[in-house]
């Protein structure tokens, strides 16, 4: 009891969903996060009554606690990373302040699965090890385990993993390949190319208001970014993808690089395919941060 007690204190930390671009511009500079394999079964180990699995992280193989009651985290013991922050620990029990470590992961393997470029919180988790007789590295939480279609079946013992998120990868790749020239022509300024990307009804949310409409959109974009190309430098981390029929749901962070100001924001988007191209239907971006360069 006093076990699932400290795994259940994390449950909350990290939740959210982040999506997936091209390799730069509007559509991102980053990396897709799962390359799926067929359905597979990953045999559940035990760490006293606790569902633990082995994962690969950069090439070593570690024990992860599976936890459908908690986002995923890792063991500081068994990661470095920067410096400490800040972050909320949320239960059942309440919600506390507590500091953790920030860990980047290259890439976290389970079977076949992978995800790449995470980062992840890092706070002792001995006192679990501990209680279970085992050395514990990791929680593979919700977040982690919806991203890769984990179901768990504790009578069998073992972890199955859906081929769905595959289908999504696979179509992302469909998606990327086709819209490379939209973000070269966001990068390079030009708009007349990028507002072919568009759907002519896309809805485009910004911090400075709402646009509707390829020339709404395509305005703003001219006027507020693209006015830095080519020295414009735009950086995108991405978490998540899903897909719906022909339409590609996608969230993610991104950093803006322009002469005269630097922005970090996150923001989430859908693709949809008509007649065999892809088109942008909607862009929600929010601001996290802005530092701006004043001429003298």
């Keep these: 009891m006093k076990t699932r007690a400290n795994a259940g204190l994390l449950a ?3 939740a959210g969903w982040i999506c997936v671009g091209g390799n730069s511009g509007v559509w991102g500079q980053g990396k897709a996060v799962a390359a799926s394999a067929d359905s597979e079964e990953i045999p559940i180990e035990k760490c006293d009554v606790l569902p633990v699995v082995r994962v690969k992280i950069a090439g070593s193989e570690m024990r992860f606690l599976l936890d459908t009651g908690a986002t995923s985290i890792l063991n500081l ?28 992961l290259p ?9 790449k470029n995470l980062r992840l919180p890092a706070i002792d988790l001995s006192p679990i090890g501990k209680a279970c007789g085992g050395n514990v590295d990791g929680i593979l939480g919700v977040d982690l385990m919806d991203k890769m279609g984990v179901t768990i079946d504790l009578k069998r013992q073992v972890a199955m993993l859906d ?53 709404q959109a395509v ?7 693209m006015k830095y190309a080519p020295n414009l430098c735009y950086r995108m ?9 022909d339409a590609l749901w996608y969230s993610y962070e991104y950093e803006i690089i322009a002469p005269e100001e630097h922005v970090v924001g996150h923001g989430m988007s859908m693709c ?5 191209r892809w088109y942008v239907v909607n862009l929600h971006n929010s601001l996290l941060g802005r530092d701006v360069a004043t001429k003298q």
Excluded at 84 to 89: A, T
Excluded at 219 to 225: G, N, Q, S, T
């Design 12 to 14: 909350g930390m990290l």
């Design 77 to 104: 013991h068994s990661f470095t990373g920067s410096v400490s922050k800040e972050i909320q620990v949320s239960s059942w029990s309440g919600t506390a302040a507590t500091s953790a470590r920030e860990v980047r």
């Design 107 to 115: 890439e976290l393997a389970l079977g076949n699965h992978r995800l």
């Design 163 to 215: 081929s769905t998120a595959k289908d999504a990868r696979e179509l992302y790749g469909l998606m990327e390949a086709q819209m490379h020239q939209c973000a070269e022509a966001f990068e390079q300024g030009k708009a007349k190319e990028l507002e072919e990307c568009f759907d002519p009804e896309i809805v485009l949310y910004t911090p400075d208001g709402e646009y509707r409409g390829r020339n």
């Design 219 to 225: 305005e703003y974009l001219r006027a507020r970014y």
């Design 237 to 245: 981390t991405v978490q998540d993808v899903k897909s719906f029929g």
């Design 272 to 276: 949809r395919r008509t007649q065999g």
